[in-house]
């Protein structure tokens, strides 16, 4: 007889105990094991328990184990979440399997060993055999819906509570967010707010809505909403900086001439343009769409041109603002030297734009879906051994439970943004699908969309300073993990299995557009590296510069209202604070879109930063050691962002590494 030590770790979770009994069997090249009772009557979270497994003969290398738990006699059935199984063979091998999910049925489930093995790498039919029943059984709990015609499809689920075990939240997430949303609601009833439909007479008043929510940003932005330099610094470093780009011709239906604007230093409009100092939002998505009734009540939403100036102070300042993309009479072109509630009416139509464009192009189209795209082709097609399963499920954590969320609570028939936004019901899935044939490989990869924007110079962009850093350390990361598994090119196209994932992507995620420049197979270990760069960055870091900064810019509502309930002024000299009043949203609409802010802008105590990494899906050294090197990298990229911080006005920390969720969370 020969004897196997088998180390159980279990995950320290709530719930991960089991009192169930639990089985394994060991499998290798040249036998198996008999089905062993682990003798344990409970096996505690947190555990890490030794047993012994005899065996007649020795079994080889160690391909894989079967793991069983059933349900014993009058005992209830239970989950129970083991982290991995060390096995220390008689020869003084030892073999990790690396597990990290629930256990809950009375299945038999088998786990491979930690190394990670490509499909043409498999000599074993084992091997083979367990690798095909995997993905045969993933196809079954990971398949595609279609939420909307034009939009990427999304994972095939009858709400959160039915994804397979390992993807949906923690205990720890799911109590938190389950209270975080409840006492925002609870604090907004008992003020009386959720169900007063009358306007605001004040905007001091809006200041006591959440009152012990402040941020110190969001402070901030009450105090300086209205001015210029302001308006436009969070077109670089607010919740969305994806939009603006530099302007050397003015479209042509948007007709600013020399004599309409000011610019200092005897410069004009012309020669600004020239000399490449000239920026512009066009909000073009939002043309034409009709714009939701809210409580019975139409609501307006424009589509609008914006034009900055950057001064040689090196701020960037707004210059002109049309409301329409179509000129007209009725379609004025406001200017900083309008009256003041004309020029801040203005603003505040173009804000309420940015509110629609940020929360449903560059925030749930182009990270939370595609995220969830890249989630379930992964899922779906590579197996836990395979090496790209192994980089990139870190970056899947919650990712399909939060977003089938956000169908139910947000985008939903009963949904908050359907209820209240501008853009709500019908105009959704409108303006999803415009954004969504706009959508780019180049726009995705954050060097490139700069270089397309012509934006690598402009002066205190702190999103494209840190996030270039943070795409250049990634991709380093990135480009030594799959070149340690990766030889040539000729591995790549072998790789049945990786031509699947990035064909499924491909079909599902941009609708087998080839014009958005997405591969449809991969033939270079370059591709490869550059790809997983993009989901990975799109995944945490994007993520993290368009969702993190929410409240901080919207908890005070004028500076992003979600809906404006009166028709944007159509001759200059109308306006006024009354004018301005009437036209926000009436005060539980206001309460409604700050609460939902405030939510998603909330970390959980359970947030795995950037770079960290609680589950060990690589064993080999040399992985391991390339993500104590990244991890080493990001740390540093995040002392200096402190240290640039510190001497800021406005601090910039949105691209921390230590601010940055491993993936779309919230």
């Not at 196997?4 to 979770?13: F, K, L, Q, S």
């Not at 379609?331 to 900083?336: A, G, Q, R």
């Not at 995220?371 to 395979?386: D, G, Q």
């Not at 309460?591 to 909330?602: E, F, H, I, N």
Request: with cysteine; net charge negative.
């Amino acid at each position: 007889m020969v004897d196997y030590e088998v180390t159980v770790y279990t995950g320290n979770r709530v719930h991960a105990t089991t009192v169930n009994p639990v089985h394994i069997k060991l499998v290798g090249t040249d036998g198996e094991s008999d089905r062993t009772w682990l003798r344990s009557l409970v096996i505690f979270r947190g555990a890490v328990t030794t047993y012994t497994v005899s065996c007649p003969n020795s079994l080889g290398r160690l391909l894989l184990i079967e793991l069983d738990k059933r349900q014993f006699f009058i005992l209830p059935g239970d989950a129970w979440f083991p982290d991995k199984v060390e096995i220390k063979s008689p020869e003084n091998d030892i073999y990790t399997f690396p597990i990290y999910c629930w256990i809950s049925d009375s299945e038999t489930h088998r786990f491979r060993e930690g190394k990670a093995l490509r499909i043409f790498d498999e000599s074993h039919p084992l091997g083979q055999y367990a690798r095909e029943q995997e993905l045969s059984r993933r196809n079954v709990d990971y398949g595609w819906d279609l939420y909307a015609q034009g939009l990427p499809y999304s994972i095939k689920a009858d709400g959160p509570m039915t994804l397979p075990d390992e993807v949906q939240f923690s205990f720890t997430k799911a109590t938190e967010f389950a209270f975080t949303a409840a006492t925002a609601v609870a604090e907004l009833q008992l003020k009386g707010l959720t169900d007063n439909q009358e306007n605001w007479t004040s905007l001091d008043d809006i200041n006591d809505v959440f009152r012990n929510k402040d941020t110190p940003l969001s402070d901030y932005v009450q105090q300086h909403w209205k001015e210029d330099d302001f308006f436009a610094y969070q077109y670089l470093n607010g919740p969305h900086p994806t939009l603006i780009r530099r302007c050397k011709t003015l479209p042509g239906n948007f007709p600013v001439t020399d004599d309409m604007v000011f610019i200092p230093n005897g410069s004009n409009l012309s020669n600004e343009l020239k000399r490449g100092n000239i920026y512009l939002c066009d909000y073009k998505h939002l043309d034409g769409l009709q714009a939701n009734t809210v409580q019975g009540i139409q609501q307006y939403m424009m589509a609008p041109l914006v034009l900055f100036h950057k001064r040689p102070d090196d701020k960037l300042m707004p210059i002109a603002i049309q409301l329409k993309q179509t000129p007209a009479e009725d379609n004025p072109i406001f200017l900083p030297t309008d009256s003041t509630y004309d020029w801040l009416t203005a603003k505040i139509f173009v804000r309420s734009a940015d509110f629609t464009e940020h929360q449903l192009n560059a925030h749930l189209l182009r990270t939370h879906l595609l995220a969830e795209v890249f989630a379930v082709s992964l899922l779906r097609n590579l197996p836990m051994v395979h090496p790209l399963y192994k980089l990139l499920v870190p970056h899947t954590r919650y990712t399909l439970q939060i977003n089938e969320q956000a169908r139910d609570t947000l985008i939903g028939p009963k949904g908050s943004f359907t209820l209240f936004a501008a853009s709500g019901g019908e105009s959704v899935t409108k303006i999803l699908a415009r954004s969504q044939s706009s959508i780019t490989y180049r726009s995705l990869c954050i060097h490139e969309d700069i270089a397309d924007r012509d934006m690598q110079d402009v002066p205190n962009f702190y999103y494209r300073d840190d996030g270039l850093q943070i795409w250049n350390i990634m991709f380093k990361f990135v480009q030594g993990m799959i070149q340690y598994y990766y030889k040539s090119d000729d591995e790549i196209q072998r790789d049945s299995e990786l031509q699947t994932y990035i064909g499924d992507i491909f079909e599902h995620g941009f609708l087998s557009q080839p014009q958005s420049g997405i591969p449809q197979s991969f033939t270079t270990v370059s591709e490869l590296i550059k790809f997983a760069t993009m989901v990975m960055f799109t995944s945490s870091s994007q993520h993290a510069a368009v969702n993190n900064g929410q409240f901080d810019y919207g908890g005070w509502m004028p500076n992003t209202p979600l809906t404006l309930q009166r028709p944007p002024p159509t001759k200059k000299g109308t306006t006024s604070e009354a004018t301005m009043l009437q036209t926000l949203p009436v005060i539980n609409v206001t309460v409604q879109g700050m609460a939902v802010v405030w939510l998603l802008s909330r970390q959980s105590s359970d947030f795995v930063p950037l770079g960290h990494y609680p589950e060990d899906h690589f064993t080999e050294e040399i992985p391991r050691q390339l993500q104590k090197d990244y991890k080493a990298e990001l740390d540093k990229l995040s002392t200096t962002i402190n240290n640039r911080n510190k001497t800021l006005e406005i601090p910039y920390t949105y691209l921390d590494p230590k601010n940055v969720e491993n993936s779309v969370a919230i």
